[in-house]
């Protein structure tokens, strides 16, 4: 069993090396990285690849990463296949503060008080879904809640917009489109060192994860203790969330996809291997969606959740199809 | 082991009250009573879950409840991708690092266990695989894992066939016996009750009262007369 997974992860983990280096180096249509034949710092192709292509590979790795396992910790807390970060409203809660931040400091916000208004809003939406599934038991009624809940706060995001000056609604619009292009080299450390707070803690929630696999009042006989443990997972989904939406905009489905893909490549529910197997599925998918988007870009420029609503909506429809649905 | 002396059960209101109930080590419990009567709020104030209407009851330990107490549903349903043996093994969480990183003396504690309840066959398979009765089993396997002194199983057997029904409680009986642990479980089969447990409680829910019976000292018709105190039909 155990043989297995190592070779199926470092099979996983050399195509995302692979596909690493065509997206560093622009997809198939471009040639930097041929035609990068000494690091020169002043030549056009090394510009180009350390000030655009650079940042948005690390850009894309990490969203891939921090949404799916955010989706991964929602459904195993919820125990609900279907639950995700944009699905649950999490997302559309950091947009709407976002959107709160950008429209009343527009052009002057600084990248630290996105992040933390996206995290916060996450954060606070996190707690609204939480009061729910203290009401709402059925697993699908609760998604509709989500749902509810990302066009209650759409729409007071447009009635912020309706009422703002035009810088503000231009940096907003920009963010909103859900791109990773405008991530800049000098963002990249405030990334990672999000990122990596919340990739220690994960290490310390595998067991709690593995316990509340058969459910919260189960797992407490067993010692878990579900306040501290909800604490904990609301803030670190919230910061993966929250991390992603500041500097990326919404990118749905990542998070809903990716852990059930996870799932059903490696049949268990021991969240060492889902985790470490939702981090790297969840690079390559999203590496793979922006790798379409940079091909297309001499054609058309499409926004990147567009690209993942493309792949991950059927992928959760056939998700339902296969499963016994008891609720 | 546990005495109860002079306490109320229930949540909001005062279902029923017990002067006297004494649960010792190495004996198997059935609590039986109406619908409704009680029995779960009872088993989840034992569980210490909620608290008693009123007193408290007496079982002073040091210990963390996740080592003291375990508790098994009256149904699981099986979890996609989770293999039985990893589920069972669960029940060695509260004795595992913060990792909870199984070592190999709790791998060997849960192949004894499972060689006992002799279900080596099913531990590859994914308990969404395996039968009801199967599951059931598994689930007292974890209990068992758990190491703890009392057990309590919320009508363990309720959703199985006859021949499930009289092998868990054989299962629950032996186990008992052999770790010499306190186990108590609700059922609503008095006949198979009757033939493999130690003691009986009996829920009055019209007197609102629970008492406790030795096997040695009560048959069929008593049982039923203190459940089912009003019912005529009963003497037809």
């Known amino acids: ?67 799916s396992i955010a989706g ?14 944009s699905i649950l409203g999490i997302s559309s809660g950091s947009n709407l503060f976002v959107a709160i931040t950008l ?27 939480l009061g729910f599934s203290l009401k709402v038991k059925s697993t699908t009624s609760l998604l509709i809640v989500g749902v509810m809940l990302s066009a209650f706060t ?28 405008q991530v800049q080299l000098d963002q990249i450390p405030m990334i990672l060192f999000f990122f990596f707070i919340g990739f220690f803690s994960l290490i310390f929630l595998i067991k709690p994860l593995n316990l509340l696999v058969i459910g919260e009042n189960q797992a407490e006989f067993l010692g878990l203790q579900p306040r501290k443990i909800r604490w904990i997972l609301i803030l670190i989904t919230s910061i993966f969330t929250g991390l992603v939406t500041a500097f990326c905009g919404p990118i749905s489905f990542v998070g809903l996809a990716v852990p059930n893909l996870v799932k059903l490549i490696f049949k268990t529910t021991n969240h060492k291997t889902l985790i470490i197997g939702t981090l790297i599925v969840g690079s390559l998918f999203l590496l793979i969606c922006d790798l379409i988007t940079y091909s297309l870009e001499d054609l058309i420029s499409i926004p990147l959740n567009s690209i993942t609503s493309l792949f991950g909506a059927p992928i959760i429809i056939w998700i339902i199809i296969r499963r016994k649905w008891n609720d | 082991m546990i005495e109860i002396n002079k306490v109320t059960i229930g949540i909001n209101a005062n279902l029923f009250s017990i002067d006297k109930v004494k649960l010792e080590k190495g004996k198997l419990y059935a609590l039986i009573g109406k619908n409704g009567s009680g029995k779960s709020t009872f088993l989840k104030t034992l569980g210490e879950l909620i608290q008693p209407f009123k007193g408290e009851i007496q079982w002073r330990m040091n210990s963390r409840k996740e080592q003291r107490i375990a508790f098994v549903t009256s149904k699981f349903d099986g979890i996609e991708y989770l293999t ?31 060689n006992k309840l002799n279900i080596n066959s099913l531990l590859d398979k994914f308990t969404t695989e395996i039968s009801d009765g199967e599951r059931q089993i598994a689930s007292i396997a974890k209990a068992i894992c758990q190491d703890t002194e009392l057990i309590i199983l919320d009508e363990p057997i309720a959703f199985l066939d006859y021949e499930n029904k009289i092998k868990i409680t054989q299962i629950l009986a032996e186990i008992a016996k052999q770790r010499n642990c306190c186990i108590i479980h609700s059922s609503h089969d008095i006949d198979i009750s009757l033939m493999m447990v130690n003691e009986i409680l009996i829920i009055d829910s019209v007197n609102k009262k629970l008492t406790q019976h030795p096997i040695e000292n009560i048959n069929k018709d008593k049982v039923l007369n203190i459940a089912f105190p009003n019912d005529q039909f009963l003497n037809i």
């Open chain 1, 1 to 67: 069993m155990r043989k297995q997974y190592s070779l199926l992860i470092s099979l996983l983990i050399i195509v995302l090396v692979l596909l690493t280096f065509l997206h560093l180096n622009g997809g198939f249509n471009s040639w930097i990285l041929m035609n990068l034949t000494e690091f020169n710092t002043n030549s056009t192709e090394s510009i180009i690849l350390k000030e655009i292509h650079l940042p948005r590979t690390i850009m894309v790795l990490i969203a891939g990463s921090a949404l």
């Open chain 1, 72 to 85: 991964l910790l929602m459904q195993t807390y919820f125990n609900n296949p279907l639950a995700g970060p």
């Open chain 1, 103 to 129: 429209m009343s400091s527009g052009i002057f916000s600084s990248n630290l008080s996105i992040i933390s208004a996206a995290i916060l809003g996450a954060i606070f939406f996190s707690f609204i879904i």
């Open chain 1, 154 to 181: 759409s729409s007071i995001v447009q009635l912020i917009q309706a009422d703002s000056t035009l810088d503000a609604l231009r940096s907003f619009t920009i963010w909103n489109f859900g791109s990773v292009q």
């Open chain 2, 84 to 114: 039985t043996y990893d589920y069972i093994a669960l029940g060695r969480a509260p004795y595992t690092n913060i990792f909870g990183k199984l070592k190999s003396e709790d791998h060997d504690f849960i192949k004894n266990i499972c």
